[in-house]
């Protein structure tokens, strides 16, 4: 794993060794060194270093250091020359110039033009983002690239893990990244977990990206309560949606189309739905969304919900309630068992489903309702088994005894 919280200060410290002992020589001397390979192998640069100074040698080589991507180089020799500039990149003194100098470095890196090349990028990123201190808000745009080129060649887990951990590790720097930056880095995760198939957490990221605007401004998360919304809805493991609703950009679209649609596979059976799509067939074919695949995760949706009510159900309640053939109830209520969301015993031979425990659609106050009074029959029943246990420790052994 490239990129982990928990062992940053190690790893800042391992960064910074690394990228010093890179090249046993000073910086001047690595400087011509690295003008001097760029020029080997095509690049438009001058051997003599510069007389503005360093900064400025470093502005030059950075402009053509994509140069070695599309060259003879091998990945070594290229990985070799991008560490040299991150050695260099460190020793510079912080200021607006550094921060410009590592954008440009971070902006050629996510240029990567093949898989290879792009896991070496990902390596130097990971030991710039280290090497650099803590404090430094520029480790947050070396992170967004880290995202952007790990989403590229399939690793975007070796740089995310959750939300927590990165929020923790971002906010070291002084001064933390802004929400807009947040909301930007959020977005991009979404989208590269999503590409990379990564559906549960990308979900996640995006309710998380949702939470960070206010009532005051739900309405600019428009796009993304949109992209939220039909995300979920065409994920098929995810199920449970009402926490949706409670998100402020979420109930910004109250009375639109999406919001509409939303609500059926919150609370509502697959008649509703089939209601909806027939009324609304474009709507539907314009978000992307599979019409088949619709109705596959409110037929389980449904048998859910019937499952809340009835700890028995008949095959031909079944077959009326999802709109199934004879033939095709005993695979549905296999399937739907698979995901767990009911537990129940299929009786063939009696043509019967018996419901042994369920996952709600919703929890609102009356799921509430429903745990206050069972936590509170424990409670109750856990007494008299104390107080039982307690009498009989305190009666005396053999009985009273008579005088």
């Given at each position: ?286 978000l992307g969304l599979d019409h088949e695949a619709n109705v596959r995760k ?106």
């Amino acid at each position: 794993m490239l990129f982990s919280p928990s062992a940053a200060a190690s790893q800042h410290t391992a960064a910074v060794m690394s990228v010093y002992t890179f090249l046993e020589i000073d910086v001047n001397s690595q400087v011509e060194e690295l003008r001097a390979y760029l020029k080997e192998v095509g690049a438009e640069i001058a051997v003599e270093r510069s007389p503005k100074g360093l900064e400025d040698d470093l502005h030059k080589i950075i402009g053509v250091c994509d140069t070695a991507f599309s060259s003879e180089a091998t990945e070594p020799e290229v990985e070799a020359l991008l560490n040299s500039i991150v050695s260099v990149l460190i020793v510079v003194p912080v200021g607006d110039k550094t921060e410009s100098l590592i954008l440009a470095f971070c902006e050629k890196l996510a240029k990567a033009p093949s898989n290879r090349l792009g896991h070496v990028c990902l390596r130097v990123l990971n030991l710039l983002f280290h090497a650099l201190p803590e404090n430094l808000g520029v480790r947050y745009h070396v992170y967004y690239t880290m995202v952007q080129v790990s989403g590229q060649i399939g690793q975007i887990q070796a740089v995310y893990q959750c939300a927590e951990r990165m929020r923790s590790t971002l906010n070291t720097a002084q001064p933390p990244p802004s929400t807009e930056q947040m909301q930007q880095l959020l977005r991009l995760l979404h989208q590269t977990l999503l590409a990379n198939k990564i559906s549960e957490d990308a979900s996640k990221v995006m309710i998380e990206l949702l939470g960070t605007y206010t009532t005051e401004n739900a309405s600019q998360a428009r796009e993304d309560a949109h992209r939220c919304i039909i995300a979920s809805l065409a994920d098929p493991t995810t199920y449970i949606m009402d926490h949706l609703l409670t998100l402020k950009p979420v109930k910004f679209l109250e009375g639109e189309l999406i919001h509409d649609l939303l609500t059926i596979f919150v609370s509502e059976k697959l008649p509703g739905y089939i209601h909806f799509y027939n009324n609304h067939k474009e709507f539907i074919s314009s978000l992307g969304l599979d019409h088949e695949a619709n109705v596959r995760k409110m037929r389980l949706l449904t048998f859910m919900q019937m499952a809340e009510s009835q700890s028995e159900m008949s095959f031909e309640v079944i077959m009326q309630e999802l709109q199934l053939g004879a033939e095709e109830v005993e695979g549905f209520i296999i399937e739907a068992l698979k995901t767990k969301l009911v537990s129940a015993r299929m009786d063939q031979s009696q043509h019967k489903v018996f419901v042994s425990s369920r996952v709600h659609r919703t929890f609102g106050r009356n799921q509430w309702q429903a745990l206050h009074e069972t936590l509170t029959g424990w409670r109750t029943n856990l007494t008299l088994v104390k107080d039982s246990m307690q009498a009989i420790v305190t009666a005396p052994i053999g009985g009273s005894k008579k005088e």
